[in-house]
């Protein structure tokens, strides 16, 4: 849906990695040659798979994502790290309706809520944070309603694209 | 032609190997039938290439018999060797006595007298000892249960030409024991004294001194000085033994086992090998050469029916003596037909016998006849007892030799079906996947089929037989055998042919993996490798690393090894061919450790894991 697209490189996880043994300086070499990072995944028990969490662990490392990074640290410019000015935007999916998730459904509060730890993964790596794109409900899985969820979001991603271009 | 030079000789030699080698591979015959059919078309009978100093020739190449002899005894540790000293004792013994009996019975049944018959029962009871062994190291039977037989048999013929060298003398018709021996001033006891010392000196001195000198012969890092001490130990023993009048043979195999624990055991194969099989195949063709087609024309029937009885014969006591000792249906086929033939030996002693005037040559010329075409019998009597006799002995007729292969739709195919492609085809039959599996070892096809697997028998390494396995249909053809040659042959061929294919190969260790993967192979996985760092990372866990941070280690000293092979298989050139392989080995090592001690299996003090 979005592999066609130059400025877009996937990164299939499950795929490229199916022992959880992640190459971590591949990793953070294509995270800096990206101005967007988007986290994109089932939501799993209020969470991303373990495999993403797994990522996190080892890429977010100190030193790169936050913290000093001695490669690009300037005098007064104490706080940069290679993540810094970037973007993060978490695009997710989920079983069961909207409505589910709010303080009368079955998981008592809105979806945004279970994703504060990565609002504040982008507050401290210094990144722009995107506000979440969710999919709701994708039990349904008829063809037409996920092709439709999917086109919207990849009109979401060309805007995004376009936005950081200009900035 | 009898004066033709050296070169000459040597030019006609190579040239006929060079034709008929290939044409005898081709027919599926093994290269020994095209180096004696070689001999036979150059030799004096044939059209005359070579002259009548074939005999020196002869002599000259027996020494790839001890060449070879050499390089088995250092693939034989002393425990294996001690393993199999019922088998060389007991099986050797009883074929030699047994051989030696019957063919006495025969010659006094003939009318001719005792001491000649002892003498001709003795000397014709040898096998031939190139002939088998280069024939089964070629078909890979030699690791059978069969090979192993064949060779405790040859062993003990080895060493029973000791004491025939002692009894023939005394079975000289006139009553003189003239030149009895070279030694003839050593009594008895002093002359097994002296043996005993010449063989506890070369156990001595191969154990303490050659270390030691072939680390100051390897630091001069001339190939060529390692390479022409190899040959000075191995000519060096053949000549003390020949001193001694003990068998050089024998001499240069204990040598061997001596050696064969040593660091430079791989080094001292790669130099002699070359030499072994240039002599092993001047010594077949001139065997070949040495065939007297003229006395075959004038008494074809008295030849012909003295060969068939002397096979035959041998084939009846091998064929009893392997029951006993053992072996059933295939194997003990594959060992009698192997065995049947007269030996190298007999030549020498049939000389040996006619200077002492033990046997008459009336008698000898067309006995050394019989030997000979025996010998040539021999490949054509182990393919057909292939083709036509093993598969009725494996008790489903019409399956065997290259097997019919009736599952088209299968999507993967495995190559070989020992303990490592048993996995892979379990685990593939395991999620419901159809499989064919190609194996070229006939009793471990059976045993794998009677769990209800579809195994076939055939060597891979022919493109016919993957045709038939549906390779052109297959997404994947996985090479599960652990003979790295073969295998590197199956993957270039099947990437010649099908460059679509998927080919998963397993492999030795890091250079072969390389080798591997250049020749075309998608991926590889080193045999050992894994099961190394699994246990790696247990001794980690057990040095009080937490779990997963010993996984984690594992995890990434793989990584950067895996990274390493395919760094090496982009530096792998044509040094691979001519420099040898242990020195390779010991020369990657360094540089892998040294890399090992530079780089830190994580930056620790930024890890999360850490504590």
């Given amino acids: 849906m979005v592999k066609d697209l130059q400025e877009v490189t996937v990164r299939d996880l499950y795929e490229e990695y199916p022992d959880f043994f992640i190459d971590v300086a591949c990793e953070q070499e294509l995270v800096r040659h990206h101005d967007i990072i988007i986290f994109m995944f089932p939501f799993y028990w209020y969470s991303a798979p373990s495999l993403l969490k797994e990522w996190q662990d080892r890429v977010l490392d100190y030193g790169f994502a936050f913290g000093i990074n001695h490669q690009s640290r300037k005098p007064g410019d104490t706080n940069r790290t290679d993540l810094s000015g970037k973007t993060l935007w978490v695009v997710t999916t989920a079983g069961g309706p909207a409505n589910a998730f709010s303080e009368k459904g079955i998981h008592r509060h809105p979806l945004e809520h279970f994703l504060l730890p990565y609002a504040q993964i982008a507050n401290l790596c210094g990144m722009r944070w995107q506000p979440p794109h969710i999919i709701y409900h994708v039990r349904q899985l008829t063809q037409n309603y996920l092709h439709q969820k999917a086109e919207g979001f990849r009109q979401n991603l060309l805007t995004l694209l376009r936005e950081v271009d200009h900035a | ?611």
């Avoid at chain 2, 050659?210 to 191995?234: K, N, P, Q």
């Avoid at chain 2, 990657?588 to 504590?611: A, C, H, P, V, Y």
Wanted: proline content about 2%; hydrophobic content about 55%; charged content about 20%.
């Fill in chain 2, 1 to 611: 032609m009898h004066d033709s030079g050296l070169l000459t000789q040597a030019f006609v030699f190579l040239l006929s190997a060079v034709v008929a080698v290939p044409l005898a591979k081709r027919a599926g015959l093994g290269s020994v039938l095209g180096y004696l059919c070689a001999g036979a078309v150059i030799g004096p009978f044939g059209f005359a290439f070579v002259g009548q100093n074939v005999d020196g020739v002869m002599a000259f190449a027996e020494f790839g018999v001890v060449l070879m002899l050499f390089l088995i005894g250092l693939e034989l540790d002393p425990s294996v060797l001690w393993r199999m000293r019922v088998s060389v004792l007991g099986l050797g013994g009883l074929q030699v006595v047994i051989t030696s009996l019957l063919i006495l019975a025969a010659g006094l049944a003939l009318g001719l007298a005792w001491q000649e018959s002892l003498a001709l029962g003795m000397i014709l009871s040898m096998s031939s000892t190139a002939i088998v062994l280069q024939s089964m190291s070629e078909k890979s039977q030699l690791k059978t249960a069969a090979g192993q037989s064949a060779f405790s048999v040859l062993l003990f013929q080895d060493m029973a030409v000791i004491p025939m060298l002692a009894i023939l003398p005394l079975l000289a018709m006139d009553g003189s024991l003239v030149e009895a021996t070279a030694h003839s001033g050593l009594s008895g006891w002093k002359k097994t004294l002296l043996v005993l010392v010449v063989v506890a000196g070369i156990v001595v001195v191969g154990r303490l001194l050659s270390r030691w000198l072939f680390r100051i012969i390897a630091e001069t890092r001339l190939r060529e000085t390692f390479t022409a001490t190899a040959l000075v130990l191995v000519v060096g023993i053949a000549l003390l033994m020949e001193q001694v009048g003990l068998s050089p043979a024998l001499g240069t195999f204990v040598a061997g086992v001596v050696l064969a624990n040593s660091e430079y055991r791989h080094e001292l194969e790669s130099e002699i090998e070359p030499f072994k099989g240039l002599l092993l195949a001047v010594f077949f063709i001139s065997v070949g050469a040495s065939i007297d087609f003229a006395l075959l024309a004038a008494k074809p029937l008295l030849i012909i029916s003295l060969v068939l009885a002397l096979m035959g014969g041998k084939m009846l006591v091998l064929a009893i003596l392997g029951r006993v000792f053992g072996l059933h249906g295939q194997s003990n086929a594959i060992f009698t037909f192997a065995l049947a033939q007269g030996g190298e030996f007999a030549f020498v002693l049939f000389t040996f016998a006619t200077n002492n005037s033990i046997l008459p040559p009336s008698l000898v010329e067309p006995l050394v006849l019989v030997v000979a075409l025996s010998m040539v019998m021999t490949p054509l009597l182990m393919t057909a007892n292939e083709r036509w006799i093993l598969p009725r002995l494996s008790g489903n007729k019409a399956r065997r030799e290259h097997d019919v292969i009736d599952s088209g739709d299968s999507r993967a195919i495995v190559v070989g079906f020992g303990r490592f492609g048993q996995i892979i085809g379990r685990l593939l039959r395991m999620n419901g996947f159809n499989i064919t599996v190609l194996e070229h070892d006939a009793t471990q096809v059976d045993t794998v089929r009677r769990f209800g697997h579809q195994v076939f028998f055939g060597d891979a390494g022919r493109l016919d037989l993957l045709e038939s396995a549906g390779i052109s249909q297959a997404e994947l053809i996985v090479i599960a055998i652990d003979e790295h040659s073969r295998a590197l042959q199956i993957v270039s061929l099947v990437r010649r042919h099908y460059p679509q294919i998927r080919i998963l190969a397993r492999a030795r260790a890091r250079r072969q993996a390389a080798e591997l993967l250049r020749a075309g192979a998608d991926h590889v996985e080193r045999e050992t490798f894994r099961s190394a760092l699994a246990l790696g990372r247990e001794a980690l866990c057990a040095l009080g690393y937490r779990a997963y941070l010993a996984r984690r280690a594992a995890e990434i000293f793989r990584h950067r090894d895996e990274l390493n092979v395919y760094e090496l298989r982009d530096v792998l050139d044509d040094e691979t061919a001519f420099f040898n392989r242990a020195r390779q080995h010991a020369e990657d090592l360094e540089k892998l450790m040294q890399e090992d001690m530079q780089l830190d299996t994580e930056s620790r003090e930024k890890s999360w894991g850490r504590d």
